[in-house]
Every structure is written in C-alpha cells, then in structure tokens.
C-alpha cells in the first residue's frame, strides 16, 4: 500500500464514519485548550524578545486573578480548568484507544470500542505522559522560556536542551507504533517502545515517508489554527492595550469571539487526530506484513 493510497482510504473513512470526527472532537477540546495557550504564548514570547512588548505574564495572571475576585466567578473557573484537565488527562488517552480499536474492528460501534478504551487507560495516560515530557511542543515552551529569561546561552542549559532535543528527535522516528502496541496487542508501554524501535528500523523508509506526511499535515493544522487563533489574540492585545477591556460590550464580545476560536479549533484538531490514527493505523499494519 502505498502513502498517496493511504491517505485516500483515510479520507475516504472519514466521509464514511463521521462519527469517528465527532469522538475525536469530544477527545480533543482539553488538548485544543493546551495548543492554544501554547500559541498565544509562543507569540507573546516572540514579541517581548523581538520587539520588547507583548504582555508580561506575571501581569497578566495578576488581571486574571483580580477580575476573578471582582466577578465572583472562582467556582466557574474552577469547574472550566477541571473539566480541561479531565479533558486532557482522562478523555484523551480513553478516546485515543478506542479511535485506535475501531479501526482494528471495523464491525464495532464506538460504544463497544469505548469499552475497550477504558481498559487501556492507565497504559494511554502513560504513553501520553511520556510523550508530553519528550515532546516537541515541551522543548520549545521551555526552550522560549529560557531565551525570555536570558539564560539560554549557558554552559550549562545549552548542553542540557541539546540533549533533550536529541532524545525528542529519538522518539519522534521511534515512537509512532508505540499506542498500536499498547492498545491492539496489550503491551506494557516500555515494552512497546522496543517494538516500535524495532519495526521502524525494519521500515526506516516507510516510516519516515510517514513522518514527513504527518508534519505536513501538522504544520497546516498549526497554520489554519494561528490564521483562526490571530483575531481573538488581536482583539484581546487591542482591548488590553487601549484598556478597552473594562467596558462590559467589550468584555462579552471579546469572549463571544474566544469561545467559537476555541470550537474552530477543536473541530479541525478532531478532525486532524481522526485521520491521523487511521493513517499510522495503515502504516502499522503495512510495516508488520513487511516485517512478518
């Protein structure tokens, strides 16, 4: 089977089984919170470095915090950050698997498939874990981080983030067959990195084929969520900047426009993560009857 191939047939899938989009935007909305502060952050970052602006963090979750005393709204923010953490913690590795299992048992209904999901929980929760620790969005929030603080050309950082660098670089080519493993043949997660290390260096061509579609893809989707993400950025910097915020219209709309953002984005994210599943689930299969 071939890359251009593959593709089709995921496509295809999803017009087919768009219930399938629909379980990945549910999976999806604590993550899509994650990759949009990560956004907004990356560019607050650039222009405090470039251009000594942007908004000082420090400052900003000070306003946070004061208008959340002054709304008495403690407990809807309390809820919204627990219903993202479940979102993130919970409802992606769960959901994951069974997006995982459905492509397995094309006959399952994704309540069937849910059932089998909740079994692998706690190795999802810690092959996400994993991933996020030695992820690439990791490496360079901390690595803006460190540049803002002005300690990134140390002796003793530079070497350090060089070394995670090599060791996300690692995982990347490494890793992709690892949640097949775990969730289709019930592999401890240590145990399924061997695996994956093992059949990717069996398909090092196919694989990395692969790797170069997928971060296609992902920098369209990194792309459409900036082109979605800059009005509400925009809105709120002017509101801010103007102090425009303070007035109730402004404050409403502002938050109007954050909301349908953050569902854009979820929906292309969902989306994103639907088909890339069925994709990898193609080229895992296709790399086991190569190997076997």
């Not at 952050?41 to 420090?58: E, K, L, R």
């Not at 698997?97 to 094309?106: D, N, P, Q, R, S």
Request: glycine share 4%; proline share 2%.
């Amino acid at each position: 089977m071939t890359l251009k191939s593959t593709i089709k047939d995921s496509i295809s899938l999803l017009i087919k089984k768009p219930k399938l989009i629909h379980a990945a935007f549910l999976m999806t909305f604590g993550h899509t919170i994650v990759y949009v502060f990560f956004i907004a952050y990356f560019f607050n970052s650039i222009i405090s470095m470039q251009y000594n602006a942007g908004i000082n963090v420090s400052e900003a979750l000070i306003y946070i915090f004061n208008t959340i005393q002054e709304l008495n709204i403690l407990a809807v923010i309390i809820t919204f950050i627990l219903i993202a953490l479940i979102g993130y913690f919970y409802i992606y590795p769960v959901a994951e698997a069974t997006l995982i299992y459905t492509m397995k048992e094309w006959g399952n209904n994704l309540a069937k498939a849910l059932n089998q999901g909740l079994k692998k929980f706690f190795y999802m929760l810690e092959y996400r874990s994993l991933s996020a620790f030695l992820g690439v969005y990791t490496i360079i929030t901390v690595t803006i981080r460190l540049r803002v603080m002005g300690i990134l050309e140390s002796i003793i950082i530079k070497p350090i983030i060089i070394i995670r660098l090599i060791s996300s670089l690692f995982t990347i080519i490494f890793r992709p067959y690892l949640k097949f493993y775990v969730v289709l043949k019930d592999i401890p997660v240590f145990d399924a990195m061997k695996k994956s290390v093992l059949l990717t260096l069996g398909n090092f061509r196919l694989t990395l084929k692969a790797l170069c579609m997928d971060f296609f893809f992902m920098g369209k989707l990194f792309l459409n969520a900036i082109l979605i993400a800059i009005l509400p950025i925009g809105v709120f910097y002017g509101a801010v900047t103007f102090w425009l915020i303070e007035y109730k219209a402004v404050e409403i709309i502002l938050r109007s426009i954050v909301w349908i953002a953050l569902l854009l984005i979820t929906y292309l994210n969902s989306i994103y993560e639907a088909f890339l599943i069925n994709f990898w689930y193609h080229i895992f299969e296709t790399a086991e009857e190569r190997v076997n």
